[in-house]
């Protein structure tokens, strides 16, 4: 069974620079190549939607010359995107600057009619932070209902979080789609991002076949 919707928290980055005696800003631009391959094979496999961990909320805290190197790795790869996926953010872009909030609005704009894989980047995102928007906007609307209450996560438009893969050997989920996790399939592995092939992709889809889903059935 393929999974709907699978979610990658790109992990190692800047390891995998340090350890090759380079900066991590070239961490973040071979991370990027990879999100691509990765992007690209699930597609090829039937994958519905892919959502990618790109910069959480509390990225933000890391220092300014780290931080201004993923978002400028972010806004080109925005700028220049031209393949077929439909392309949408999650998170509060616009406290990241007029220019990122730019070009996420352009390949928005840019990929809204296509028919490809969704694609979904989490970009100053945290799971905290949009549960309590959510229950926010649940609140002022007067509906207190469990689908009033996904229909105003972010995540609202794409299908059910079926499996999320962290790469970079930590075993947490640093705020990624906390709701929206109850009850996915986890997968921990200690490649670093930037090592993540097509053939990891495979390897992560198989695992997730031979998996037994019970939803406390
Ligand atoms: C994860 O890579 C991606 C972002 C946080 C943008 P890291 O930058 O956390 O890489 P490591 O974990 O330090 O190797
Ligand atoms: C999680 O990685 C966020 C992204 C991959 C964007 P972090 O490197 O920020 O997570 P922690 O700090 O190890 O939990
Ligand atoms: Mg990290």
């Known amino acids: ?107 928005e704009e840019r990929t809204a009619e296509n028919t490809g894989m969704r694609f979904n980047i989490a970009l100053g995102y945290g799971g905290r932070e949009d549960i309590i928007n959510a229950a926010k906007a649940c609140c002022k609307a007067g509906d207190l209902s469990r689908e009033g209450f996904e229909s105003r996560l972010s995540s609202a438009h794409l299908p059910p979080l079926d499996l999320i893969v962290r790469s970079g050997g930590e075993k947490r989920l640093s705020g990624f789609m906390l709701y929206e996790a109850a009850y996915a399939e986890l997968i921990f592995t200690d490649k670093l991002w930037p090592d993540f092939y097509e053939s990891d992709v495979d390897a992560a889809l198989s695992e997730f076949a031979a998996r037994t889903r019970k939803f406390g059935k």
């Not at 190692?12 to 391959?37: D, F, I, V």
């Not at 892919?50 to 790795?73: D, F, G, H, M, Q």
């Open 1 to 107: 069974m393929i999974p709907r919707h699978v979610g990658f928290i790109m992990d190692g980055n800047g390891r995998w620079a340090t350890s090759r005696g380079l900066p991590r800003s070239a961490g973040y631009k071979a991370g990027q190549e990879a999100m691509e391959r990765v992007a690209k094979r699930a597609a090829e496999l039937g994958v519905e939607a892919v959502t990618v961990y790109a910069y959480s909320t509390e990225n933000t805290a890391r220092p300014e010359a780290e931080t201004a190197a993923i978002l400028s790795v972010v806004c080109d790869w925005n700028d220049n995107y031209r393949g077929d996926m439909r392309v949408t953010y999650m998170g509060n872009v616009d406290l990241l600057g007029e220019r990122v909030a730019k070009s996420v609005r352009t390949v």
